[in-house]
């Protein structure tokens, strides 16, 4: 084996004088997320890097829900994950029906509505929330979960009918021709050749739209307010509402929040790569 | 669309629905469960949000609360100064993932973590960690040096740059993650080529790296720009706007105006925005939609 040279070893070294720092950084929060979440009470406020007492307690006072301020955690994990599942569900129905109609059925108007759907994705969705609110409580929908599904799809649409629209205009038109000559209707072209070939950016766009309606704060912590409707991440902003709250439990909460959309990006990263990135920027 | 039907010797068309071919006709259909949410939720909101805002008291009032100078002057600390940072930082870790190292590899993995996880409790984790009496950061300045660490989130300067560094945090993977793609795209034979003549690092990135990533770059940084006019959490659940309402930006103090219940001051602060915002959109538009 060849030794490395002198000028090889100094590149690595420089390299890791950027690597170190970069992991630390990355690190710090979600480090400090997990100790307080295995730190007992009292080790939690003692400032160690590592508790003297490594245990699981936290966790099972959270799935037996015995605290105050855990009482309704079952149902606004259940509540989260409906809402998330739906919103998935509905913006890919939504988006996969206008990216069809767009790109291959060059529909009039279409172009219109594309520019109007990447005009709503460029508004900032704090902005939109104020008027958002008091649509929904004309609309009589204030504190129901439909309202947060309704908004959280009407976000996601736009980027989701943007990427779609990018993929469905890279499949050759000859493959329609060809189907319409072999006398398929429009909806068999939709459901039999469509839909198989565009299952990679359908599963890009699904994942997005059920992480981005998991993660969502903001507006469920305008749309809802009673405690057995609220999503987890309001309950999590609840903590905050008391003076002593309890600080391990709300890491061990927001720890066992977090695993999810984690887990599902790992799984999907795949896709989410290939689809989003080239659909978030296109230079 | 090209037939009007004013003239008195116009052909009279065909109703709409022998005009269109059938697969136009389901085209349509399949765009109308989008163009209803557009009307419902978009359209609708955005008009009755201008019709609230329609009255001038609404404008002399924000402009008679200190508080909306203070968070127009944040806002634009946060975009101009944050973004820039972190688009900087962005491209220059690009590099740094470029390199074919098996470790760094397996750092790209991890460093994609703070995009993965929701912002909420990482949030306030570090809101914890910087808690004057029992943060960790405090502790541990307390255990080392003997004196008490500074409040952090107290004052708004300091509270301010925290916002900044989570918001930095939170974005930052994901930002470079798209430069990398940039940077992979470049042909490795402009810089085997340049090796040969002799170019230095910085004369690669001048003449070969940023011309080819520049477009890409501005991009970037508008949309970010955009995007961080909307990031409500990072102020929202680190500082609450505080100390003393000192460290709102436009999107968290349009939601205190609604909390309030003052939504004309509410969307009158938004409205105040649109000259920025409007033309950042146009041009990101053009820029898509080609």
Redesign the interface.
Known sequence: MKLPTLREVGTDAKLLLIGIPVFIWTMVPIYHMFVFAISPKEDAFSGKLWPDHPTLHNFSIVFNQQHYFLRDFWIQFWNSTVIAVAVGALTLFVATAAAFSISRLRVPGGRAVMNLALFTYFIPAAFLAVPMYRTMGNYGLLNTHLSLILAMVTIASPYAIWVLKQASDKLPVELDEAATMDGASTLQLFRLVYLPLMMPSLVAIGTYAILLAWNEYLYAFLLLSNDTDITLPVALGNFLSADDSPWELLMTTGFIYALPPAAIYYAFKRYMVGGLTAGAVKS | ?AITLTGPDAVPSPPLSARLT???V???V??T???L??L???L???C??LW?ARQPASYVALYNDPIFARAAVNTLIFLVIGINIKMLIALF?SG?FA?Q?P??RW?S??????????????????R??LNPE???V???I??FTGDDGPNWLNDPAVALAMAIGVHI?KSL?FWT??LL??RLAISHDLYEASDVDGANWWQKFRFITWPSMQ??YI??TL?SM??T?????SV??LT?GGPADLTHV???L??R??RLDQ?SL??AS?VC?MPF?LP??YF??K????
């Open positions: 669309m059938p697969p136009q389901w085209g349509i399949l765009l469960p989008y163009l949410v557009f419902a939720f978009v609708y909101p955005v009755y949000g609230l870790l740094f390199q190292r470790w760094i750092l993995v991890i460093f994609i973590l703070p995009w993965a996880v929701p912002s909420i409790p990482t949030i306030l984790s570090v914890f960690m029992w943060g960790m405090n502790q541990l307390f255990k945090w993977p993650l798209i793609t940039g477009t890409l991009t970037c949309l955009i995007w006019l909307g990031d409500f959490n929202y659940l609450g436009l999107s968290t349009g939601i105006y609604l939504l509410a969307m938004i925005a915002v950042l959109v990101m538009m820029r898509l939609s080609r």
